[in-house]
């Protein structure tokens, strides 16, 4: 069936180091991809997207690299800081319909100061 | 000013209780979403409304009954309240339903059934 996976479930990093936060995915007719934040009692927060036809995409201190050939999103975070500590979420969106987005089951990256 | 909204914030409540969420958003978007957070917090959709229609309903038990009186609002009811419907629900909102526009999330209502 569709899936959306993390591999790690917290992710450990120093504060100024860079931390990758990786997804895999199983829907081959997946055109979109987003990565959401989710900060401690808030809603998921929008950082980054990419659609399929591209393989890496930037942002402020943000970079998504998305590997079709192996079905890879990963998110790159530049200097983490503490403010970055948070679940993050990779989602998908199949082409053509409504946007149904499956959402990934999250990673907690936790910044140590 | 808040992008979207719900209310309440918090909801406790004893089982086979009846309640309502309900959710705003003022950014002019016409596609609305409810998700439910549970305590692993894996996010799955529930619905979706596009300008008040119904576009997507998932395998959700036929106790939850959302209703967009308007494309602004999307409210959530639930009937007969099981402890398994405890959880975090989430509405939110999007330009439109089709391209590829973010999704803005509310903050939240915790749900906890007794």
């Known amino acids: 069936g569709e899936s959306v996976g993390l591999h790690l479930p917290t992710l450990s990093v120093q504060e100024g180091d860079n931390s990758i936060i990786n997804c895999a995915y199983s829907?081959?007719?997946?055109?979109?991809f987003i990565w959401y934040k989710q900060e401690s009692g808030k809603g998921p927060q929008f950082i980054i997207d990419i659609r399929s036809n591209m393989d890496k995409r930037q942002g402020q201190r943000v970079t998504v690299l998305l590997n079709k050939t192996v079905k890879h999103l990963s998110l790159q975070i530049a200097a983490t800081q503490p403010g970055d500590s948070a679940v993050y979420f990779c989602a998908e969106r199949r082409w053509g319909g409504y946007q149904k987005v499956t959402f990934g089951t999250g990673t907690k990256l936790q910044v140590i100061p | 000013d808040t992008a979207v909204s719900q209310t309440p914030k918090y909801l406790v409540t004893q089982m086979g209780n009846d309640k309502s969420i309900k959710c705003e958003q003022n950014l002019g978007h016409d596609t609305m979403y409810w998700y439910k957070q549970d305590s692993k917090k894996f996010l799955k959709i529930m619905f979706s409304?596009?300008?008040?229609?119904?576009?997507i309903n998932e395998t959700v038990p036929n106790r939850f009954s959302p209703k967009s009186p308007d494309k602004a609002h999307l409210n959530l009811h639930i009937n007969s309240l099981e402890l398994g419907d405890s959880a975090v629900y989430f509405c939110?909102?999007?330009?439109?339903?089709?391209?590829?526009?973010?999704?803005?999330f509310g903050p939240g209502t915790r749900l906890t059934v007794t």
């Open positions: 939110a909102s999007s330009q439109d339903g089709t391209s590829a526009y973010e999704q803005y």
């Open positions: 409304y596009n300008n008040k229609e119904l576009i």
């Open positions: 829907n081959s007719a997946s055109d979109y």
